[in-house]
């Protein structure tokens, strides 16, 4: 299995990025697939998800709103479209994908098996 993200880069406050993630490997329509996220001297946290194939998503407090999580079967590809951005929102971004995780595990990085190499995310000015 991998993951292969991409899409960051440096943005001012208020602008735009969308995040990809490339899935080989998986039944790309049952698992769970995430993006998290983590900052320097900070714990890597949760920002949303897709769970298992029914396509309800989940959002992180702090993101929803702003971002929104979509897929695409047929490129096997998730992506993370990123609205109003802020400086808080700066971190390394990655995606993580697990076929086995149940509901009340989503928010929890240690129970995702596999995960992409991670993609910058800056929001400066």
């Known amino acids: 299995v991998q993951l292969q993200a991409s899409g960051g880069g440096l943005v001012q406050p208020g602008g735009s990025l969308r995040l990809s993630c490339v899935a080989s490997?998986?039944?790309?329509?049952?698992?769970?697939l995430a993006w998290f996220r983590q900052a320097p001297g900070k714990e890597r946290e949760f920002v949303a998800a897709?769970?298992?194939?029914?396509?309800?998503?989940y959002y992180a407090d702090s993101v929803k709103g702003r971002f929104t999580f979509g897929r695409d079967n047929a490129k096997n590809t998730v992506y993370l479209q990123m609205n109003s951005l802020k400086p808080e929102d700066t971190a390394v971004y990655y995606c993580?994908?697990?076929?086995?995780?149940?509901?009340?595990?989503?928010?929890?990085?240690?129970?995702?098996?596999?995960w992409g190499q991670g993609t910058q995310v800056t929001v400066s000015s």
């Open positions: 993580a994908a697990d076929n086995q995780l149940i509901l009340s595990q989503l928010r929890n990085d240690q129970q995702y098996d596999y």
């Open positions: 490997g998986l039944t790309f329509s049952r698992p769970t």
């Open positions: 897709i769970f298992r194939s029914g396509g309800q998503t």
